[in-house]
């Protein structure tokens, strides 16, 4: 059997898409699930344990973390038919999800184009666009515990909202792969929206910038970008960091910005609409770790 790669002080800011932030303790690279089962199993009870895909959805603060991550892009990395289902693991790029259903000719999974990380952190925040969501698609997953453990579960096992996911067990569980359950359809009128959707995504949202997507939650009935705009927040500046001029959901890293200047502009958004329009915005991206 292979074995994956073990290092220490690894600089997150090579594994998160705003290309910020400190070192984590120790990382782990699998080579695929039963290899990142059998290491979990092996590290004690108490380590403090991350996933991470794409870094996507991630903000580690500058004095980095401790404990351990686990990589599981380019490890979970399986997608296969199961049947009358689409078996893809948690490393899948959510947009690689999209484009292999549509080439086998399902329909019902393109607005996975639009999603920037893995199949995991899709599952994980129930994450959405262009009208819908991950767990609208879902027909079981596998999971996997501190132990090593793989489970089988399916929807009815959570408590699902939007850009939310709970466990109705208390017991500490990552996703490992899904399920998704999709209808035969037309793959070239799926490939044709997929490339729409890439496209309205390019004009609205500043890709040319390192960014973690939308920073947070729409209210309802609202846009988070529109109250954070109309506060007249839009380009302001904090270090390498600025929320975008072009979409004022997303911050954007400049070139040289901290995790410490990005969080500030974070705070300073949440304040600002909290303020200003009395609504308290939720954060949808995830900050770990010690400030520096």
């Known amino acids: 059997m292979l074995w994956g790669e073990r290092r220490r002080n690894e600089p997150m800011a090579r594994h998160t898409s705003w290309r910020a932030g400190g070192s984590v303790d120790r990382a782990y690279f699998p080579v695929d699930l039963e290899d990142m ?8 009870a108490d380590e403090p344990l991350y996933l991470v895909g794409l870094g996507s959805n991630l903000l580690v603060r500058d004095g980095g973390l401790r404990g351990t991550v686990i990589f599981t892009h380019g490890a979970l990395k399986e997608i296969r038919f199961e049947g ?19 080439l086998h000719e399902l329909v019902g999974a393109e607005f996975m184009a639009g999603i920037p990380g893995t199949v995991g952190g899709a599952l994980a925040m129930n994450a959405g666009c262009y009208g819908g969501e991950a767990w ?13 453990q793989l489970r089988q579960r399916t929807p009815a096992n959570y408590e699902i909202g939007y850009r939310r996911v709970v466990l109705l067990e208390r017991v500490e569980e990552w996703f490992a792969a899904a399920r998704f359950r999709l209808q035969q359809g037309d793959g070239g009128k799926s490939r044709a929206t997929i490339k729409q959707l890439l496209e309205r995504r390019i004009a609205a949202q500043p890709l040319n910038l390192p960014n973690a997507g939308s ?16 506060c007249g927040l839009k380009g302001r500046v904090q270090g390498g960091a600025m929320i975008s001029g072009k979409h004022a959901n997303f911050i954007v890293n400049t070139g040289g910005a901290t995790a410490a200047d990005i969080e500030a502009l974070i705070n300073l958004a949440h304040a600002t609409v909290k303020e200003k329009l009395g609504i308290d915005l939720e954060r949808e991206v995830r900050i770990v770790g010690e400030r520096a």
């Open 37 to 44: 089962r059998l290491f979990m199993a092996s590290l004690p």
């Open 84 to 102: 009358n289902a689409l078996y893809a693991e948690s490393g899948v790029p959510s947009p690689k999800l999209a484009r292999f259903a549509a």
């Open 215 to 230: 920073v947070f939650r729409n209210p309802p009935n609202d846009y988070a970008a529109r109250m954070i705009e109309a």
């Open 136 to 148: 609208g698609i879902v027909e079981s997953v596998t999971t996997l515990d501190r132990k090593g």
